[in-house]
């Protein structure tokens, strides 16, 4: 056997034979050629990849993208008045329409099976009567004469004659069951034959399965009237007239096509009137909230555009009314501010000057008091103490009166908040001693640098801590610093007569006392925690207050570590650890005085107590108890 010539393509490898080339062809790609490398693999890889990369990013994002789609479409249904209306609308005359499209669908079908029926009878017993009657006029073999009658009475392709042998013949029937075209004569039901034989002199029907038209697989709906006929001496025969219904089917289609169009373009109007009937009562409310914002945001002179002499046009000119009025009573109310405040800073300026010479003549009578007699020794002693407080009242005063005309500006430099509340609790240490109580201060040991106007934080200290001596009945006072990356803050703990959240919510009003009786002869000039409110605004920070008559208070101050930075935290949690019990009543207590927002017990924003802030008012908090901080 001669082997196979040399193949001329220098491709095709000299030593391939025809049995093996398919196994050589298929192993060559396999083997890469040295150096070379076929540019096309590495793009069908990079497509393989960034395909995979492209659907698992898609499975990534769809979960996220249908929740914003969801929280979007919930925001809109809270939000759109139109839109829940519309919405609304459209449902129930959905709902409705559904309703009374099945009943008189219902209605018109039970119609067209009733007359379909009538007809199918009627014309059933004059197809009886014409078989009667070539039943008499038969000739030749029975089974022929079968056939003929069966032929000639179904000469419509709408219509079958079905004869098959009655079910109470005794004998055996000349001919068996005959059917025209093909047509099963068992399409007869049971029930019905057995009803034409109980009963031969009345006409009998029921609905039937035809075979589909055309020879279609679909079965077509028919009716079958029957009744007994006698072929005389070939015996009874039921007779069956079978009737298609496809026209009652078509008329039926045709009129839930109709009900259906018609359906949708009823909703599709009722939606269209509401949301035109909505947008026309909608608008002018729209209207009305957009102008109360805007009257909210300052800008009094807003109104809104009342048309015509309707409902909402009465609504709107009423809506201008109060406006007009309410700008009329700030302006009277800023007016009366403007001269209070005016009226304060004159008197505090004017007051410097009476005030410096009673000083300087106290002084010399309190030098000189140790030559009086003891009456009037107490005397000059009392008259240099209160001298001290109306001092302080005076430059309390003023400090207010700076605030009020926004002249009070920060002395901003970096500064340690743990040396400055050491010195505010040193200070004020022979206090807490004279008073029973001892001031516990509680520092890291990493820094609290801070950018802060270290007097006024000092002015703060040292007002929350004299309030925690002055009301904390000798119970041990706790004074905590803490840093993170964001803020510093420091807390004021004590164990005294604490406070109700009612009382927390006014505790930094300008002379607020919790017991408007109680002398003034205890605490201070009742504006000390209105001043320490106004630094922390300054700084940008928070002062708040938790409170519990049954366990204290507690005072937060949170500042900023660079100035301009807005807080989100604080490193302190406001209720105290050992109150853990309390913290539903601190919840109600609590309240972010800084911003006149309401935080939570970790310094959060508190939904439910800014809710319980603005239903309650700074008027529901009535006086109770008997704090007298201030």
Do not use: C
């Amino acid at each position: 056997m001669k082997p196979p010539p040399a193949s001329s393509d220098p491709a095709v490898p000299d030593a391939v034979t025809p049995g093996s080339a398919g196994t050589t062809a298929a192993a060559a790609p396999s083997v890469p050629s040295e150096g070379r490398h076929d540019p096309r693999d590495a793009v069908v890889t990079g497509e393989h990849v960034l395909r995979d990369r492209t659907a698992a990013a898609l499975r990534r994002r769809t979960p996220s993208r249908v929740l914003s789609g969801v929280r979007l479409g919930r925001r809109r249904w809270r939000r759109s008045l139109r839109l829940r209306v519309v919405v609304a609308t459209s449902v129930l005359g959905a709902v409705v329409v559904l309703v009374v499209g099945n009943v008189l669908l219902a209605q018109i079908r039970d119609g067209l099976v009733d007359s379909s029926l009538r007809m199918a009878v009627g014309e059933s017993q004059s197809l009886h009567r014409e078989a009667q009657d070539l039943v008499q006029a038969r000739s030749g073999d029975p089974s022929t004469f079968g056939n003929e009658l069966v032929t000639k009475l179904s000469n419509e392709p709408s219509r079958y004659v079905v004869l098959r042998q009655s079910l109470r013949a005794t004998s055996t029937p000349p001919f068996l069951d005959l059917s025209p075209f093909d047509l099963p004569a068992d399409i007869i039901p049971d029930d019905l034959r057995r009803d034409v034989v109980a009963d031969p002199q009345r006409w009998h029907s029921s609905p039937v399965e035809l075979p589909g038209t055309d020879g279609g697989p679909t079965n077509s709906p028919g009716v079958a009237v029957g009744k007994i006929i006698d072929l005389g001496n070939d015996g009874e025969y039921e007779l069956y007239y079978v009737f298609r219904q496809d026209r009652d089917v078509v008329i039926l289609d045709l009129v839930r096509r109709a009900f259906i169009v018609g359906g949708v373009a009823l909703v599709l109007l009722v939606a269209g009137v509401a949301f035109v009937v909505t947008r026309q009562v909608v608008a002018p409310v729209r209207l009305a909230a957009r102008t109360a914002e805007e009257i909210a945001s300052g800008r009094l002179d807003r109104r809104m555009r009342v048309r015509g002499e309707d409902e909402l046009a009465r609504l709107g000119a009423a809506f201008n009314d109060m406006a007009a009025s309410l700008e009329r009573q700030i302006h009277r109310l800023e007016e009366l501010s403007r001269v209070q405040r005016r009226f304060v800073s004159d008197v505090s300026h004017e007051l410097r000057t009476p005030l410096t010479t009673i000083r300087m003549a106290t002084e010399i009578l309190h030098e000189a008091r140790g030559g009086f007699d003891p009456a009037t020794s107490r005397s000059a002693e009392l008259l240099m103490t209160q001298l001290d407080r109306f001092e302080s009242l005076l430059a309390d005063l003023l400090e207010v009166s700076r605030f009020d005309a926004g002249a009070a500006v920060l002395d901003v430099d970096a500064a340690d908040l743990r040396v400055v509340v050491g010195r505010v609790v040193e200070g004020l240490r022979p206090l807490a001693d004279a008073r029973g109580g001892a001031v516990v201060l509680d520092v890291p040991a990493e820094s609290a640098l801070a950018e802060i106007d270290a007097r006024r934080v000092e002015r703060i200290v040292r007002n929350l801590v004299g309030n925690a001596i002055e009301h904390g009945e000798g119970h041990p006072i706790v004074v905590t610093v803490r840093a993170n990356a964001e803020a510093v803050a420091v807390v004021v703990r004590d164990h005294g007569v604490g406070l109700t959240p009612a009382q927390a919510r006014m505790v930094f009003n300008r002379f607020w006392r919790a017991d408007p009786a109680r002398a003034r002869s205890t605490g201070g000039t009742g504006l000390g925690l209105a001043i320490a409110l106004e630094d922390a605004h300054l700084h940008g920070g928070w002062l708040q207050v938790w409170g519990d008559p049954q366990d204290g208070a507690s005072f937060r101050l949170t500042l900023p570590r660079r100035a301009g930075v807005v807080l989100t935290t604080s490193p302190l949690p406001l209720v105290p650890a050992d109150a853990a019990q309390h913290r539903e009543t601190a919840a109600g207590g609590t309240h972010l005085a800084g911003t006149g927002l309401a935080s939570g017990p970790d310094g959060g924003l508190d939904v439910d107590a800014l809710i319980a802030d603005l239903d309650t008012g700074v008027t529901a908090a009535g006086p109770a108890g008997d704090d007298g901080r201030g």
